[in-house]
């Protein structure tokens, strides 16, 4: 697929940051998603979070793996590294260039097949060894690039867009990371900027994992039985010669509501969803009481949204567990990485 450029023009009187950037220079290439899909709004989310970061485009490493969400890396930041791996194989390509380089920001982007089905047991080892990165999952709870079918996410009675009702236990990212020891966990919706941008540079500034799970409506397959909507409806009241798709436009979900209350947010098939802004009275250092919390608000049908979880993960991340070198590797001279025969025998024979 083809991407499309955008033209590198840009008003005089865009705001700036201290690097003298406006936020053009954060975007990347032109979206080929759906128009509505909620991936785009968490792509200007990013864009926003690094540009008030003022951070340095070439000091960035976008990552991801398979997926729509996986399209998200070209459109922002055109001006940072960049790597697409094979299906829920981007942690461990995070990990590994993490270790040769801790100078750079690592930023993988991931979706719920990708990091929760294929990709599970990635995705457990990268917040085992507290690798140094922000990950965000973009969470839809289906496969959009084959047609639809239920991920690890799907919500138990969640209905397919031919009218499968799904029977299995979704895997919860956030429950799964606070299960694994992580030291930074958030969720928040696309739609909701105002709380998604500042999560974004948490993640970006913390040391050790972080992961944001975010809500991000698909347009073309979060169809619901009983949604006059929806594929299903239409094609049961609707006889075609044909059977073919169409992805009709749609407007971006955006939300706004205070801290401690709830808020049903429609989405463009006619469903809903239920979420919850955490208040200010909440302990986020609290890694129990946070798993309880959400395991709770879960069963009630209600998406808690905001810093879940936040500690220190400073003493346990990678670098500091394996005491690796500050200089990259690549910056290495050639007398550190050939100690010569002696040096090596010495080290494997820690090993006998």
Request: glycine letters at 12%; hydrophobic letters at 35%; aromatic letters at 6%.
């Amino acid at each position: 697929m083809t991407s499309i450029v955008k033209p590198k023009i840009a008003h005089p009187s865009l705001p700036k940051n201290e690097l003298g950037l406006t936020r053009r220079g954060y975007e990347g290439t032109m979206s080929t998603l759906c128009a509505g899909c909620g991936h785009d709004s968490i792509t200007a989310a990013i864009v926003e979070a690094c540009w008030g970061l003022s951070m340095r485009p070439e000091q960035l490493v976008k990552l991801s793996g398979i997926g729509c969400s996986s399209k998200t890396t070209a459109y922002f930041v055109s001006g940072a590294h960049g790597f697409n791996g094979v299906h829920g194989r981007m942690p461990s390509i995070a990990a590994g260039a993490n270790a040769a380089n801790r100078e750079l920001t690592y930023i993988g982007i991931s979706g719920d097949g990708d990091s929760l089905s294929i990709g599970l047991g990635q995705l457990a080892h990268a917040i085992r060894r507290n690798v140094n990165m922000l990950y965000v999952i973009e969470n839809n709870g289906v496969y959009g690039l084959t047609k639809g079918q239920f991920s690890a996410s799907a919500d138990i009675g969640t209905k397919s867009k031919k009218g499968e009702a799904n029977l299995q236990s979704p895997v919860d990212p956030v429950l799964l990371a606070l299960t694994l020891g992580a030291s930074f966990v958030a969720r928040s919706f696309s739609g909701d900027k105002a709380q998604l941008v500042p999560l974004l540079q948490a993640g970006l500034r913390h040391q050790g994992f972080a992961l944001i799970d975010v809500l991000s409506p698909c347009v073309t397959f979060n169809d619901h039985e009983g949604s006059t909507k929806s594929y299903a409806f239409t094609r049961e009241h609707y006889h075609a010669a044909v059977e073919a798709d169409f992805v009709p436009r749609a407007s971006e979900i955006a939300v706004d509501y205070a801290p401690g209350e709830s808020k049903v947010v429609g989405l463009h098939d006619g469903s809903h969803v239920r979420l919850k802004k955490l208040d200010g009275g909440y302990d986020p250092s609290d890694r129990a009481a946070a798993y309880s919390y959400i395991e709770r608000k879960l069963k009630d049908g209600e998406y808690v949204t905001g810093l879940i979880h936040a500690g220190d993960g400073s003493a346990s991340e990678l670098h500091a567990v394996n005491q690796t070198a500050a200089t990259p590797l690549n910056r290495l001279p050639y007398e550190r990485l050939t100690p010569g025969a002696a040096a090596l025998g010495k080290l494997m024979a820690r090993y006998r």
